[in-house]
């Protein structure tokens, strides 16, 4: 079964940067985008980019670019999403998710809390 | 950037009552349009997707309708596990959510 399983909840400064990985399993890693969603507490959800595993090629919204670094190692199925110069508004939780072959996506990562605090 | 807008923000239903939510996009996104459903503490669960198709799983009693600007998720007879988060998402140029609509027992 498609599964996708992130790495542990950080906690991080201002001004530092943040690595959330995303292990991809039951399917063909580099057969589907990923993209990267994130959710503050209490709040709704909102895109971050995708990654085409196969190619590389990414896609940022707006709002992150700049700060955003999406990559793959395709050897292991990870996915990967760095985020940089992190502020408290970047406290939330990440998610990674699977682009389906329809366009919206299908399957989630379980999250990775970032809590950014001095 | 395509604007989605939910409403109501809160939505007050009794188990086996019918429940209508609405999404509306700033702009035409044809008929790529999603709908998932989030729990506390879960990622969200996809629904639907080309407007009114049901992804894999998902009970009939959930169904989707509308294309272009308007859409509407309907949930015929509420159960109990119903009672969630509800985001619409369009896909038609990059990805934008909805603020979400939260149904509530009444």
């Known amino acids: 079964q498609v599964q996708l399983v992130q790495s542990g909840a950080e906690v991080k400064k201002p001004g530092a940067s943040v690595k959330v990985s995303c292990k991809a399993s039951?399917?063909?890693?580099?057969?589907?985008?990923i993209n990267w969603v994130r959710q503050a507490t209490g709040q709704g959800l909102e895109w971050m980019g995708w990654?085409?595993?196969?190619?590389?090629?990414?896609g940022y919204a707006q709002k992150f670019q700049g700060r955003v670094t999406m990559t793959r190692n395709t050897s292991i199925s990870t996915a990967y999403m760095e985020l940089s110069s992190l502020r408290s508004e970047d406290t939330a939780v990440y998610y990674c998710?699977?682009?389906?072959?329809?366009?919206?996506?299908?399957?989630w990562g379980q999250g990775t809390l970032v809590t950014v605090s001095s | 950037e395509i604007v989605m807008t939910q409403s109501p923000a809160t939505l007050s239903v009794s188990p086996g009552e019918r429940a209508t939510l609405s999404c509306r996009a700033s702009?035409?996104?044809?008929?790529?349009l999603a709908w998932y459903q989030q729990k506390p503490g879960q990622a969200p669960r996809l629904l639907i997707y080309?407007?009114?198709t049901r992804a894999t799983g998902i009970p009939a009693r959930f169904s989707g309708s509308g294309s272009g600007t308007e859409f509407t998720l309907t949930i015929s007879s509420l159960q109990s596990e119903d009672f969630a988060v509800y985001y619409c998402?369009?896909?038609?140029?990059?990805?934008?959510f909805g603020q979400g609509t939260k149904l509530e027992i009444k």
């Open positions: 998710a699977r682009q389906s072959p329809a366009g919206t996506v299908d399957y």
């Open positions: 039951g399917y063909t890693f580099t057969s589907y985008d």
């Open positions: 990654m085409n595993p196969n190619s590389g090629n990414t």
């Open positions: 702009q035409s996104v044809s008929s790529n």
């Open positions: 080309g407007a009114s």
């Open positions: 998402q369009q896909y038609n140029n990059w990805y934008t």
